[in-house]
């Protein structure tokens, strides 16, 4: 699990637009069934929620685990600039050097916060829209463990063109000519790279010793999809909602460790599926209806089995359901198989909003 730093910088670097449902009512579910010490933790309820957001993804709900916060954490010493120590004074120095040792790049950051716990001490600047870098190291030393930095993309020195350059060849097959203004660098001690971003969110990752792409979220016209990946996604919504017209605005392919994966996406009727792009294996379904209830935590096997088997392909005998309407759904668990997470659109009448993969 990512440090409490590492969850900061990375929360940043992998926002991903139109997430239909929240991040905080996603994690209300995954927490609430959260294994610590071999026992089921219940977490305290969470305001949870869900409606169409027109920024800030996903897959999310495919990276949701990887942002969980730990339960318990000692509460971290904050310090700002208003009254800057000798320590504090040290630590800006050392963060200045670090983002200018690690990226090349000879900028001046206003390094003016400081928050220390027993993982960590966490330097950041920031600006009044943003944090422009934040900067972590070993506590009680100077070793820096991960550098981040915002930069403008004329800031960058003319050796890191080819960066740029990498990261607009990515966008070829989407037959959009892009410009970036900015970009973000992240260090730790397993990799480096730039990420990319579009003025609509779009980004690229490109690894910085390899000079290749590693990860992306670009958006597609639709008619330059597969058709079979179309239809899956149709196929998928279809036996989830009971409606036969259904059809997508927006397509989005994105980097994910097991294949790259398309989301199809109806912005107006805010509806989506997800579809692995080789194996056409679907990942992800939503849709506001409420054919299908759950309105105990016994009923959520018998309902939800035959639209898993439907959309999925896989049988979830044997599988074990945790959560409740409290904690806005279900999760469906077996050892040795895929676990699935069942989201609660109205929660009082229990109806099925989205069923996915973990």
Not at 73 to 86: C, D, G
């Amino acid at each position: 699990m990512p440090s409490r730093d590492e969850q900061i910088i990375l929360e940043e670097l992998n926002q991903f637009p139109e997430q239909i449902l929240s991040r905080e009512r996603s994690q209300a579910i995954l927490e609430g069934v959260r294994e610590e010490g071999g026992r089921l933790q219940k977490v305290n309820k969470r305001k949870m929620y869900y409606g169409w957001m027109a920024k800030g993804l996903i897959t999310c709900g495919l990276l949701l685990g990887f942002f969980w916060m730990k339960p318990f954490s000692v509460p971290a010493e904050s310090t700002s600039s208003a009254a800057v120590t000798p320590e504090e004074q040290t630590y800006f120095a050392a963060a200045q050097k670090a983002v200018q040792d690690a990226s090349g790049i000879q900028k001046t950051f206003p390094f003016a916060e400081m928050e220390k716990d027993d993982e960590s001490y966490m330097v950041q600047a920031k600006n009044k829209e943003a944090r422009e870098a934040l900067v972590t190291f070993k506590p009680g030393t100077t070793e820096v463990l991960t550098v981040f930095a915002r930069f403008a993309i004329n800031e960058l020195p003319r050796p890191y063109h080819k960066y740029v350059e990498t990261a607009q060849e990515a966008f070829k097959d989407t037959k959009q000519q892009v410009t970036f203004q900015k970009t973000s660098f992240f260090k730790s001690k397993k990799e480096a790279y730039f990420s990319f971003w579009t003025e609509d969110r779009q980004h690229v990752k490109v690894d910085i010793l390899t000079n290749k792409v590693t990860d992306f979220t670009l958006y597609y016209n639709l008619e330059d999809v597969d058709q079979k990946i179309i239809t899956i996604g149709q196929t998928a919504l279809m036996r989830l909602s009971n409606e036969k017209n259904l059809s997508f605005t927006k397509a989005k392919k994105h980097v994910d460790k097991s294949e790259d994966k398309w989301l199809l996406i109806n912005e107006q009727k805010k509806y989506k599926v997800m579809v692995g792009a080789k194996t056409g294996q679907v990942y992800e379904v939503s849709h506001e209806t409420d054919n299908y209830k759950i309105k105990a935590l016994n009923e959520v096997i018998p309902v939800t089995k035959p639209l898993i088997q439907d959309i999925f392909g896989i049988d979830i005998s044997g599988y074990t359901a945790y959560g409740g309407r409290h904690w806005g759904g279900y999760i469906l668990r077996s050892p040795g198989k895929p676990s699935f997470s069942i989201h609660l659109g109205d929660l009082d009448i229990g109806s099925i909003y989205q069923i996915e993969i973990e």
